[in-house]
């Protein structure tokens, strides 16, 4: 597609947001927050954490989000684990797939 075929971005979601690597001392993944925050009239952005994520824990996401006021984003919190495949494009539910969203 040509740039100008392409459609716009009208939302993004994020399953299962790495923001924590793993290991003791590992960095928290924010740089790409930052920069979509800066961004003038980025799309909103759902992120869907599992309450069993231990990538993404929920205490660190709210806290994150908060900082970076200036994105325009939702969490939701659903009572399982999200465990995704990127290289294979899936994402399954593990251990009780009952949804809640707080919002």
Known sequence: MAPSDQLPISAVVCLGYPLVGQGLKAPMRTEVLSNLAST??????????GTRDSMGPIDKMQKVLADFSALKSELMIVEVRLVCLPTLGDCKLHHNTRLSARF
């Open 40 to 49: 003038i009239d980025h799309p909103p952005v759902l992120f869907v954490s």
